[in-house]
């Protein structure tokens, strides 16, 4: 059953958000790794304050979602930013019930209306390609290390945006291990 997104308020996440985001994303993936990961991007020069994002229910979080920048170089030798989403967690018992897919549009949404002009991530071949996703090597994307293609996902926020983009991408330091 998928819950009403009228329901839900999704919002920037705040200073005094940060330890229940901790625990929600520790509870959402059973391990403490995530959390890390979320604590060092947070603390990265690609953290987008204003994108790293809660949903709200009657002022309690379920769920979070963080957008980072990125920059590679493309085989072009262009130095080139990106977005990457991750990770997106939803409070166990919140799980679907649609929460996530709003964080994910909502993201998605407000970080074209900032101005970027593409994202990828390394998730689950069949949850995001409805919001637009495909395999990165569509405009010859690569992941530093070997990964499944299906995986290894990207999108153009503005069209035509990953047309010369071709080039290795190296994720940030926080995701090591993850």
């Known amino acids: 059953?998928?819950?009403?997104?009228?329901?839900?308020?999704?919002?920037?996440?705040?200073?005094?958000?940060?330890?229940?985001i901790d625990a929600l994303v520790t509870d959402a993936f059973g391990r403490e790794l995530e959390a890390e990961v979320v604590a060092?991007?947070?603390?990265?020069?690609?953290?987008?304050?204003?994108?790293?994002?809660?949903?709200?229910?009657?002022?309690?979080?379920?769920?979070?979602?963080?957008?980072?920048?990125?920059?590679?170089?493309s085989d072009a030798g262009e130095q080139l930013e990106t977005t990457i989403l991750a990770p997106l967690?939803?409070?166990?018992?919140?799980?679907?019930?649609?929460?996530?897919?709003?964080?994910?549009?909502?993201?998605?949404?407000r970080t074209r209306e900032a101005g970027f002009r593409s994202m990828i991530l390394v998730g689950h071949p069949t949850y995001y390609p409805r919001f637009g996703f495909r395999p990165a090597s569509t405009w010859g994307l690569r992941y530093s290390s070997p990964i499944p293609d299906e995986v290894f996902m990207a999108q153009e926020l503005i069209p035509g945006a990953l047309a010369d983009a071709a080039g290795t991408i190296y994720l940030p330091s926080a995701f090591d291990g993850a």
């Open 40 to 73: 060092k991007l947070r603390a990265s020069t690609g953290f987008l304050s204003g994108l790293s994002l809660v949903a709200t229910e009657s002022g309690v979080v379920v769920g979070h979602i963080m957008i980072t920048t990125l920059s590679y170089q």
């Open 89 to 109: 967690a939803v409070a166990p018992t919140n799980q679907n019930q649609g929460i996530g897919d709003a964080l994910s549009r909502a993201a998605i949404d």
């Open 1 to 20: 059953m998928t819950k009403s997104t009228t329901e839900l308020l999704i919002r920037p996440e705040r200073a005094d958000d940060i330890p229940v």
